[in-house]
């Protein structure tokens, strides 16, 4: 008799408005969260095409700092709380000369020489081997690590411009520099030996001993923190990085945090249509629920007189909750195929673009597929139970 009833007064059309509104929201949802989770081993796998293990942090110069002499050097506890940071791996710091240099050398006739500035890392940072990068008071030749972009100047820069030999690094490191170095009254004259180029830090490196014991000889100036740090992360995408260096007026060199930028990017954008998808859920939910309490409104005498005859309150819900938890499965399923569909044409179109990407499955959309379900069946369930419960009394 129920049944009968249900079908007498069910309206198609109003299921098939509901069913195609759901769809879109449930795709929307599901489409969503299992692009972002496809897509996101782009920018986190060990073999990222934007991979950086390193990053340079320095404080933004402003004008009116310059002005008023505003130091740019960072404090121990500004070190000390970004290594805190749960993106932090470890933090190192660049110590700058405070006395001066130069350097000379000798080339065809010609005797080229310039002023210098010589910064040091602690050794864990450095990205050359290693071999040589020793100082000990009383040696009288200094290790030193260019960066390669340096030499790339010089190649394709000056020397053209000069008619001057392009140089190898081989033909570089066999080279010695005169270095001069000046502070306190004193002035010291010891051979420069190039024994390595650094794509990471963009300085002229020396080893740490030789900084320590060169500023304690001939700095002039007042120490101060460091200007720049180099900073190890455990994750060079996770937004949290642009973000906090954002907040305390931080910047970086190059392009070390599009990583992280377009990271959060993703989240904002996954975030914005997994909103809209959950929107359209809602109302095609409301939709459900007018239609059903119509139903039950044009059949409210005759469910009275079921229920007088003895029929129980859940006897007479349990056609009309089958049908929204068969309709929301029905919803489920399709969604799951057209987001097969459509995941299956993206991931072949970014296998392309990046050979690196592995497929994975469809674990989180099944998940989030199934736990919506859930949801708003039982929501749809208790909700007629409940208009059933206000018939009967």
């Known amino acids: 008799m129920i049944w009968k009833l249900l079908r007498q007064h069910v309206s198609v059309a109003q299921l098939v408005g509901f069913a195609l509104a759901n769809l879109c929201g449930m795709v929307i949802v599901l489409m969503s969260v299992q692009f972002y989770k496809d897509v996101l081993p782009v920018f986190m796998q060990g073999d990222s095409f934007m991979k950086k293990d390193y990053l340079i ?3 933004r110069v402003s004008t009116l700092g310059s002005v008023v002499g505003r130091s740019s050097a960072f404090s121990s506890a500004e070190q000390a709380e970004l290594e805190e940071q749960p993106f932090t791996k470890s933090v190192g710091a660049f110590t700058p000369a405070r006395f001066r240099v130069s350097a000379g050398m000798g080339m065809q006739g010609m005797q080229l020489s310039t002023a210098l500035f010589f910064e040091s890392v602690p050794d864990a940072y450095v990205d050359t081997d290693l071999e040589g ?3 000990s008071p009383g040696q009288e030749e200094i290790p030193i690590v260019l960066p390669r972009n340096y030499l790339n100047l010089y190649n394709f820069g000056f020397a053209q411009s000069r008619s001057l030999p392009q140089l190898s690094e081989g033909v570089l490191g066999m080279m010695k520099l005169d270095i001069r170095m000046s502070g306190r009254g004193q002035v010291k004259q010891m051979k420069g030996r190039i024994v390595g180029f650094s794509d990471r830090l963009n300085t002229i490196l020396v080893p740490e001993a030789f900084m320590n014991w060169a500023n304690a000889t001939y700095g002039d100036q007042k120490e101060a923190g ?5 900073v190890e992360v455990k994750n060079p995408a996770d937004d949290r990085i642009a973000k906090y260096l954002k907040d305390k007026g931080y910047e970086t060199e190059g392009d070390k945090l599009d990583a992280g930028k377009t990271t959060w990017f993703l989240k904002m954008i996954v975030g914005i249509v997994l909103a809209v998808g959950l929107v359209i859920s809602v109302l095609s939910f409301y939709i459900l629920m007018l239609s059903i309490y119509l139903l039950l409104q044009k059949n409210t005498k005759k469910l009275e007189t079921l229920l007088l005859v003895g029929y129980s309150p859940a006897r007479v819900a349990r056609p009309y909750q089958l049908l929204t938890v068969a309709l929301n499965a029905v919803v489920l399923a399709l969604g799951l195929l057209v987001v097969s569909l459509v995941r ?3 991931l072949d179109v970014l296998g392309r673009m990046f050979p690196q990407m592995k497929g994975g499955s469809m674990a989180v959309a099944v998940t989030v597929g199934i736990v919506l379900f859930l949801i708003v069946s039982a ?9 059933i419960n206000s018939i009967s009394n």
């Not at 460091?226 to 180099?230: A, G, N």
Request: glycine share 0%; hydrophobic share 50%.
């Open 344 to 346: 299956s044409a993206y």
């Open 133 to 135: 990068w020793s100082f």
């Open 57 to 59: 942090v320095s404080k």
């Open 379 to 387: 929501i749809n369930i208790a909700a007629v139970r409940k208009k």
């Open 226 to 230: 460091p200007s720049r740090l180099i």
